[in-house]
Nanobody, 125 residues
């Protein structure tokens, strides 16, 4: 059983930056692909980014490419989402998720095994 705890959310003005963190415990962290998802007000959950178990490969949804960067530190059991040039439409609850196994990094939330509780990001215009 893996537990995930996000932190780092908050209120920021447009074009500002935030770094989200996700702390993992209860499993061998390097066995997991790690994803970031978000759910805005009245919206469905959407894929944001995924990083492979070794941190070598990352994928992003088009709307955040060039602005967001996912990274991980397997020694610290941490995954991060650096968010720059934030826009009001980035306002959402952000979740990290873990997918076990050496598999193609998933972009569908249904493929993930574990989820954090989420952290709120609010971007004001």
């Amino acid at each position: 059983q893996v537990q995930l705890v996000e932190s780092g959310g908050g209120l920021v003005q447009a074009v500002g930056s935030l770094r989200l963190s996700c702390a993992a415990s209860g499993g061998t962290f390097s066995n997991y692909q790690m994803g970031w998802f978000r759910q805005g007000p009245g919206q469905e959950r959407e894929f944001v980014a995924v990083i492979t178990w070794n941190g070598v490969v990352t994928y992003y949804t088009d709307s955040v490419k060039g602005r967001f960067t996912a990274s991980r530190d397997n020694a610290k059991n941490m995954v991060y989402l650096q968010m720059n040039s934030l826009k009001p439409e980035d306002t959402a609850v952000y979740y990290c998720a873990a997918k076990g196994g050496v598999v193609p990094p998933p972009r569908s939330g249904y493929e993930y095994d574990y989820w954090g509780q989420g952290t709120q990001v609010t971007v004001s215009s």
